[in-house]
């Protein structure tokens, strides 16, 4: 199996940006899709964005689109996210998760095998 650690997260103000990284441990990160959701208190946790195991496709949730950016290097075996123009409502824990089907990653919780321990972004307006 793999092991996931997110890191990158923190306090930002409205407007500005953060890159958060996931590492994998294990096993390789090309046998995965790829896959960012956060969880703002008290409510589910939800998909972000996602990127196939091969391929490079990439899938975002509406509410992100135009100012996240999902990316793999497979070499570094590390999954990335960078957030450009946030906003506070973007407040949450971000995890990442891999998903050891093929094709369309999914954009739902139990569509993932293995999740990281998350990171806290906080953003401030």
């Known amino acids: 199996q793999v092991q996931l650690v997110e890191s990158g997260g923190g306090l930002v103000q409205a407007g500005g940006s953060l890159r958060l990284s996931c590492a994998a441990s294990g096993r390789t990160l090309s046998l995965y899709a790829m896959g960012w959701f956060r969880q703002a208190p008290g409510k589910e946790r939800v998909f972000v964005a996602a990127i196939r195991r091969i391929g490079g496709s990439t899938y975002y949730a509406d509410f992100v689109k135009g100012r996240f950016t999902i990316s793999r290097d497979n070499a570094k075996n590390t999954v990335y996210l960078q957030m450009n123009s946030l906003k506070s409502e973007d407040t949450a824990v971000y995890y990442c998760?891999?998903?050891?089907?093929?094709?369309?990653?999914?954009?739902?919780?139990?569509?993932?095998?293995?999740w990281g321990q998350g990171t806290q972004v906080t953003v401030s307006s």
């Open positions: 998760a891999a998903d050891k089907s093929p094709g369309v990653p999914g954009r739902f919780v139990n569509a993932y095998d293995y």
